[in-house]
């Protein structure tokens, strides 16, 4: 745990120096979705890494946050913190329903379930236009205030989400490293083995995807609330594919995997996107269209070399290269 609470010291750290280097709103703004991101992948991360639980309808608990936040502040005018509050009540009353009767499914099943209750929401989403406006979506949605002081600038978001995502990365690390952790990790080592130790199997399935479901829908809220509007198209199937790629390329074994996965598949888009001025100004011509053949091949190189994760990957890169020159040997073997 020790390495884990200085890993949170130093991304505090790094958190306090981004407003500083980058004076952008609009690259400020990318930090907030990456920490949005990383708050729903950290509950991913959770229920897929740990208890071995695989989900494809991640996307659909962001959604009820969202629109449980929109619909209850835009058209019944609750206070915002109330309308979020009723939106995790909401995602872990519908992951409850869910997870009962899904959570008995293994393997690819279990994920094809998920996916359906992912695809089920989204057409929800679009077609009861009565409540969630349909493709037009929700506008007008008031911003987060604290104690009477409104989040109205990019840069206080920006600081309130990534307070968010280190005070949820410390309570999942927190769950990890106590007796529930080390009962789902067993869980993921061997249902069969864990249920003859005398574990809840699955008792503690369904705790970890309603936790993991809670922080889904904070996600979910966060991103109504700093966006002001929402519509269907970001709460699809493929979003809940993007959150598994991103646990998958960070590490789906660890919580910071799930970190740094988030970061760097929210980020990388906006840097590829940039590649069209800088080879601009040396008169190259850069089409758009490659910046989808460069995301594709990185996420393959990171697969096919370091199959799992990053954090794993360059751990073990670290420890048979340069780790071998610094740490003494009694300590290596």
Same mark, same amino acid.
């Given at each position: ?68 936040? $929109? ?41 094809? $379930? ?44 920006? +600081? ?54 809670? +922080?889904?829908?904070? $996600? ?27 646990? $998958? ?85």
């Amino acid at each position: 745990m020790k390495k884990d609470y200085i890993g949170i010291l130093v991304l505090i750290c790094c958190v306090s120096l981004v407003p500083f280097f980058i004076q952008n709103n609009y690259y400020i703004g990318v930090f907030v979705f990456t920490g949005i991101n990383c708050l729903a992948c950290i509950g991913l991360s959770l229920l897929m890494g740990y208890a071995g639980q695989i989900s494809l309808g991640h996307a659909a608990f962001i959604g009820i946050g969202a629109y449980s936040s $929109a619909i209850l502040t835009v058209t019944y005018h609750w206070f915002p913190w109330f309308a979020i509050l009723a939106g995790v009540v909401f995602s872990v009353i519908t992951a409850l329903c869910i997870g009962i009767p899904a959570l008995r499914l293994k393997g690819h099943y279990l994920a094809m $379930a998920t996916m359906g209750f992912g695809s089920i929401m989204h057409i929800v989403a679009v077609a009861a236009i009565d409540i969630t406006a349909g493709p037009s979506g929700i506008s007008g949605i008031p911003k987060l205030s604290l104690f009477g002081f409104e989040l109205n600038t990019d840069v206080q978001f920006f +600081y309130f989400i990534w307070f968010v995502v280190i005070l949820g990365l410390y309570l999942a690390i927190n769950i990890i490293h106590s007796r529930e952790g080390r009962a789902l990790r067993s869980l993921h080592g061997s249902e069969d083995a864990a249920r003859a130790m005398g574990i809840h199997t699955s008792m503690y399935k369904i705790k970890i995807f309603l936790f993991s479901a809670v +922080y889904a829908s904070l $996600a979910g809220s966060f991103y109504a609330h700093y966006v002001n509007y929402i519509d269907p198209d970001p709460f699809g199937v493929m979003h809940s594919v993007l959150l598994l790629t991103m646990v $998958a390329v960070g590490g789906i074994h660890q919580l910071w995997g799930a970190v740094i996965g988030a970061i760097l598949l929210s980020l990388l888009p906006e840097f590829l996107s940039s590649l069209t001025e800088f080879f601009d100004s040396f008169n190259i011509t850069y089409q758009t269209d490659y910046d989808t053949i460069i995301y594709g091949s990185i996420l393959l190189l990171i697969m096919l070399f370091m199959p799992e994760g990053l954090v794993k990957g360059i751990s073990t890169f670290y420890k048979y290269t340069i780790g071998r020159y610094l740490i003494p040997k009694h300590e290596t073997k």
